[in-house]
């Protein structure tokens, strides 16, 4: 394992969206009449942002660890797959320095719910507020996400080494 003072990770998920499922983004359940298809609860920000923790340690990914062909896995809250997540990182000497993520998705408009999101991240992870950026774009009603057949997310993640 690396000995290194910083290391830097990146995640991406993405999801189909359809009628009568479930909507939670970043452990948030936000009213809509459609949500995104999943054996979890499809939270593509929590997904993307748990890859990140992964890859930042060059662990693998979330599929790997909890593949949704095991039952032990459906259905379970991604802020549990998160928290495990960063179980694996703290492990292993590093911590949370800060996170950046993208949420990409054409409605309904999630600026309502970002506070709840970051703030729902930052106690998952035990990190104050400030360490946690999200931000959220449209896909300008181009391709996938703009004709609202999904949903996608993207994170960074800056870890340190524990001194
Ligand atoms: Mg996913």
């Given at each position: 394992m690396s000995t290194a003072p910083f290391r830097i990770g990146y995640g991406y998920d993405i999801h189909r969206l359809a009628e009568g499922e479930s909507l939670i983004i970043g452990g948030v359940s936000i009213p809509s009449n459609f949500g995104t298809v999943a054996?979890?609860?499809?939270?593509v920000l929590l997904h993307a942002i748990s890859d990140a923790l992964l890859g930042a340690l060059a662990l693998g990914d979330i599929g790997e660890h909890f593949?949704?062909?095991?039952?032990?896995?459906?259905?379970?809250s991604s802020l549990d797959l998160l928290a495990r997540c960063h179980a694996m990182v703290r492990e292993r000497g590093y911590e949370i320095a800060n996170l950046d993520a993208t949420l990409v998705l054409e409605?309904?408009?999630v600026l309502p719910y970002r506070d709840a999101m970051r703030s729902t991240i930052a106690a998952a992870l035990e990190l104050d507020s400030g360490q946690v950026s999200l931000k959220a774009t449209t896909g300008e009603a181009m391709g996938f996400v703009g004709r609202g057949e999904g949903v996608d997310a993207h994170a960074m993640v800056l870890l340190t080494k524990r001194s």
């Open positions: 054996h979890s609860d499809g939270d593949p949704d062909t095991d039952p032990a896995w459906r259905g379970v409605r309904p408009k």
